[in-house]
Every structure is written in C-alpha cells, then in structure tokens.
C-alpha cells in the first residue's frame, strides 16, 4: 500500500515537471517565434525603406534632369528668336533666369547625392549634365545662341539621354528589390502567424497576469505613498492648529492691553499717547495680515477668489502696504518706481507678507528695489539677516511651514510665503528665494503689460542688491 502511494506520488510529480517543462519549452517556442518575427518583419521594412529611399532619389533625379532639360532648351529656342528679331528682350531674359534657377536647383541636388556615398555614381552622372547645361547658359548669356544650340544638341542630349536611361534601369531594379522584399515578408508573416496563433492566448494569459499584479503593487505604493503625504499634511494642520491661536492671541493682547491703559489712565503727554496708538496700530496691521492670509487661502482653496486688474504703480502699493510698519519706527525703504499689470490689492498683499517675513526673520533693515527685465516687473525685498537653514529653503513656499523646533514660525501662520506665490503665479508672475552678498533677497515677477504670456517669466537669475554701509543700494 506504502509502495502504491509513492509510486503515485512519483507519477504525480513527474507528470508536474513534465508540465512544467512542457510550459517551459512552450514559453520558449513563444519567444523565439514572437522574435523572428519580428526580426523578419524589421529587416523586410528596413530593406523597403532603404529602397523606397533609394527609388525616391531616382525618381527626383529623373525629374530634375528634365526639368533642367526642358528649360535649357526654352532658354535656347528665346534666345535664337530673339537674335532674329521674332521674340522680345523680357521674353528672353524670362527663359534665361528661369533656365539658370532651374539648373541651381538641379546643382544642389547634386551635391546632395554626391555627399552621400550610396548616391555618389548617380551624383557624377547629373553633375556631369548639370556642367554641360551651365556651359550651354554661358553661351546665351554672352550672344551666342548658335554655339549653344550646337553644345545642347552635341553634348547636352546626349548625356542627358545617358542620364535619364540609366535612372530608368535603376527604377526598375528598385521596384523589383520592393516586389521581391514584399514577398518574402509576407511568407515569413503567414508563416509566423500561423504559429503565433497558437500560442498567442497563453502568452496573453500569462502577460495579463503580471501586469494586473504589477498594476496592483504600483496601486499600493500610490495608495501607501498618498496616506503618508495626508498623515504629514494632517501633522502641519494640527500643529498649525495648535498654534495659530497663540499667534493670534498676541497682537489681540497687546491690542486690548493698550486700548484699555488709553481708556483707564489719564495720559498728558501726546508724545506717550502717540506710541501706544503707534504700537495699537502695528499690532492690529499684523493682526489684519494674519486674518488675509486665512481668508485668502480658504478662497485660494475654493477657487473663489477674485482678481481685478489694472496698470498698478508698484511704489505707491508697496509704501501702502509698509506703512504701518514705517509708523511702527520699522527700518523698511523703497527704492525705485515701475508699473505692473496686476491686482493692486493682491500686490500689497504680497509685498506685506514678504516685509512681514524680512522683519520677524531676517535683519533690522529691509530694502524692496523696483526694477524692469524685459518683459516683468521685477521686486525684491532684500534684508541683512543670517538666512535661512537649508531644510527651510527646501520648503520654503510650503503652506504651515515650521522649523521643527518652534510650533510655528514666530508671529506667522505658516501660510504667508505661500499665499505670496499663489497670488504671484495666478497673476502671471513668480517669486523666487536667493540668498547673495550676505543679504536674503525674496524676488517677486510680475507682467509689465496686460498681453504678457505666463510662460515667459524671467528664468536668468535677476540682479540681486547689495547695500554697503552709508551709501545708496547699488544692483549686482
């Protein structure tokens, strides 16, 4: 019984081997008639392309040839009517420059062919013609048409006769390597068909399997891929989150702490008076910053937001948007004055927040220089800060961006760089960080002109200021 059921078990597993030998060699066969033909297949379509080439180049030979034959021997008949008073001098003129472009084309095909070291017998042979033809046209050009008619009918015919019955051989040649070509790729693709049919559907069996488990793996990473990049995003959003009331909460405080010593205490001196509203008002344009740049990216999210635009001066926006900060005692300087087309309300949006970000992480003194380059509008805001980490540049522009060691950017939502671009971008601009000369320098594009194309923002590095100490800003 022991005896029976391992000699079972060894015919079961000599017929699975035989199988899957039987599926191997079938695999095999598969591959090498799949490969043959297309091997066949290549080669007979190489081998017709090369004589297709060769039967075109035979065919505009022929062409040129006559074509050149034709209008020499028009430009002899005008020229010997005209020395006999029968055809006009334009008329004669006509066939002579028609004649000498036709014998220029002629020649640049042979130097075409003769480049070509397949072609080179066929190029001597019309160039030949071609050197008879110009002897004829030096003849009528300089009176005399009965000496050229003897060239033309001694010379040019005669090689011209040579010329057109030698391409006419070689046509034929051609089409019959094309027939003869056709032919045997047909055998060879009835013959490997016929084969192919057979095993086509195990092929397709099997290929089908390993792209529908390929399709499935590449589905997972995806799928895992994606689920990361939403577990990090749900990170910044919480810590975001967590933060933004703090931030929000600073300005508000000093705003009601403020608000409330004006109210309860009786203050004589203006001078006391002014620096607390001074202060109230730079807390509440900082507070009125954070609350855009909320209400703008929710809308930029949405697709709601609006966009008016106009011819707007960059100066008088920029010095809008910095003027709280210049009331505040703030170090900031416009230098320059250029116009753009954009939406006044969003460049001034834009030249806050990146003022507001030179201020709270850059250096004491911030500079925005107004310039043109070619077709953009350019305005860099540069200040003499230490600069960013590299790990920030890298995510510079990211929306809720922190530096791992705070909750937030300090006195930032994390959205004010990348609300910036947005609204840069949407209308047609760019904005670019560089850091140059020891100074960080935050460069906005926008269009000069309403017809402006977006694919045309300046790509070059733009020039970059650097400010030496008690003198005017200079660009590098």
Do not use: C
């Not at 403020?258 to 344009?285: K, R, W």
């Not at 609350?291 to 929710?298: C, E, G, I, K």
């Amino acid at each position: 019984m022991e005896s029976s059921d391992a000699t079972g078990a060894q015919a079961t597993s000599h017929v699975r081997n035989r199988a899957v030998a039987v599926l191997g060699g079938f695999g095999v066969v598969a591959i090498l008639v799949a490969l043959a033909y297309v091997f066949s297949t290549s080669s007979s379509a190489q081998q017709v392309a090369t004589n297709a080439q060769e039967l075109h180049e035979a065919n505009a030979s022929a062409g040129s040839a006559a074509i050149a034959r034709a209008s020499i021997a028009q430009a002899v008949v005008f020229s010997i009517d005209y020395e006999l008073g029968v055809a006009s001098t334009d008329a004669r003129d006509a066939a002579l420059t028609e004649a000498t472009s036709t014998l220029e084309g002629t020649r640049r095909w042979v130097e075409a062919l003769t480049a070509n070291p397949d072609t080179t017998d066929l190029g001597a042979e019309l160039g030949y013609l071609v050197d008879t033809g110009d002897e004829v046209l030096d003849l009528l050009v300089a009176g005399g048409s009965i000496a050229a008619e003897q060239i033309r009918t001694a010379s040019f015919e005669p090689l011209y006769a040579t010329v057109a019955n030698s391409l006419a051989v070689r046509q034929s040649e051609i089409v019959g390597e094309i027939h003869t070509t056709e032919r045997f790729a047909g055998i060879v693709g009835w013959v490997t068909k016929f084969l192919a049919t057979l095993l086509i559907p195990a092929a397709a069996i099997i290929l089908y399997f390993f792209i529908v488990r390929r399709q499935i793996r590449e589905a997972r990473l995806k799928m895992d891929a994606r689920l990361r990049a939403e577990r990090k995003l749900g990170v910044a959003k919480d810590e975001f989150i967590a933060g933004i009331s703090h931030e929000l909460r600073t300005p508000l405080t000093s705003i009601y702490g403020f608000s409330e010593y004006l109210l309860e205490n009786e203050i004589l001196d203006p001078n006391e008076a002014m620096e607390l509203i001074a202060l109230i008002n730079e807390d509440s344009a900082e507070l009125s910053r954070m609350v855009d740049d909320l209400l703008t990216a929710a809308r930029l999210e949405s697709n709601a937001l609006r966009f008016n635009y106009e011819y707007v001066d960059i100066r008088v926006e920029s010095e809008a948007a910095i003027g709280a900060m210049v009331r505040a005692g703030t170090d900031v300087r416009v230098v320059g004055e250029v116009l753009a087309w954009a939406d006044p309300v969003r460049v001034r949006q834009i030249v806050r927040n990146l003022v507001s970000n030179a201020i709270k992480h850059g250096g004491p003194s911030v500079v925005i220089y107004l310039e043109e380059v070619d077709d953009h509008t350019i305005i860099t805001v540069s200040d003499n800060g230490e600069g960013l980490s590299s790990d920030i540049q890298k995510r510079l522009f990211d929306r809720f961006v922190h530096d791992g060691n705070e909750t937030l950017l300090t006195g930032s939502v994390g959205l004010g760089l990348s609300i910036a671009r947005s609204l840069a971008q949407t209308m047609g601009g760019e904005i670019r960080f560089v850091r140059a000369g020891g100074l960080t320098n935050f460069e906005v594009s926008l269009p000069r002109k309403a017809d402006v194309p977006i694919d045309t923002r300046p790509t070059e590095r733009t020039p970059v200021p650097q400010r030496t100490a008690g003198s005017d800003p200079v660009l590098v």
